[in-house]
């Protein structure tokens, strides 16, 4: 099915510290009774669901047939403007285990039709997962850890989140409680706690990536930038490595950086072509494996 017009409905559900996970779901017009396969869309770290292309990858989607939800975890410190970090003083405890919960709150208020479609229904049985760079990492946590995931793509993943912390965050850690980093698109001094380091060691088993990939065996596709800055295309290739999914795949995209060469705010007519590329690689796999 493919739809030439897409419904966007936002809307608001509750974490299970009673903060609100802000979310848009994009679906195909249809007749009324269709029903269609979920598509959960997970932003990065410094990233927010209205991120540059996103908005407009996830329209994408829809068109194809696909209902997907796109939204804010609940401490990424964006508030009601939706694309302003407002609320440092979240960002700064955003721990990976309340990610990961938040997509679990996410899949159950789509099973118990808090979230819904006024235009077509929502398969709660088919749904699949996209997560960027750290939501990638989340993703990949998320399909071990929720049975109803049918299908994962990630887009620039980490592999392993315990391996990117630096020996000057961990010093900051341990004499101050916090570290800082530079927001170079904001200017913003944004401080991490402590909570978010000690998170990821006491859970490690549960938060990731690298550990969690042994677990599926659902279809997985992993997609990263060859020139990706951020985080290394061999994190994709490690997790491809690790999956014992017999349906699974990596592409590397030549020319690509970490966003698929997408900036914030995206006000172009067309994606850049590495983006489109990323784009069909994802349709594709979601048809192929979700309808």
């Not at 118990?112 to 088919?126: G, T």
């Not at 490690?238 to 006000?267: M, Q, W």
Request: glycine share 6%; hydrophobic share 40%; charged share 25%.
């Amino acid at each position: 099915m493919k739809s030439n017009s897409v419904n966007k409905e936002s809307g608001v559900i509750r974490s299970n510290e009673d903060l609100p996970i802000y979310y848009d779901l994009y679906s195909p017009s249809a007749a009324p009774s269709t029903v269609v396969p979920v598509v959960l869309f997970l932003h990065g770290f410094k990233g927010f669901k209205d991120w540059g292309a996103f908005p407009d990858a996830c329209e994408e989607l829809a068109r194809a047939g696909f209902a997907v939800v796109a939204f804010n975890f609940s401490l990424n410190g964006i508030g009601k403007n939706m694309t302003e970090f407002d609320q440092l003083e979240l960002f700064e405890r955003e721990t990976l285990s309340q990610d990961l919960d938040d997509v679990g709150k996410v899949i159950e208020a789509i099973k118990q039709k808090e979230i819904a479609s006024d235009r077509v229904l929502l398969d709660s049985d088919r749904i699949g997962i996209i997560g960027h760079s750290r939501g990638g990492h989340t993703a990949v946590a998320a399909a071990a850890e929720y049975s109803e995931i049918m299908s994962l793509i990630t887009w620039s993943a980490v592999a392993d989140y315990n391996a990117r912390w630096s020996e000057q965050m961990k010093q900051d850690w341990e004499e101050k409680g916090f570290t800082e980093i530079l927001n170079s698109r904001t200017h913003q001094t944004m401080k991490i706690g402590k909570v978010v380091y000690d998170d990821a060691l006491a859970n490690a088993d549960r938060l990731m990536a690298i550990q969690r990939v042994r677990e599926l065996h659902i279809p997985s596709l992993f997609l990263a930038g060859k020139e990706d800055e951020a985080v290394p295309y061999s994190d994709s290739e490690k997790l491809y490595r690790a999956c014992p999914a017999d349906e699974k795949e990596v592409r590397i995209i030549e020319g690509a950086g970490h966003t698929f060469n997408v900036s914030h705010p995206f006000e172009e007519e067309k994606f850049p072509p590495v983006f489109e590329e990323v784009l069909d690689h994802t349709e594709g796999w979601l048809i192929e494996t979700l309808k």
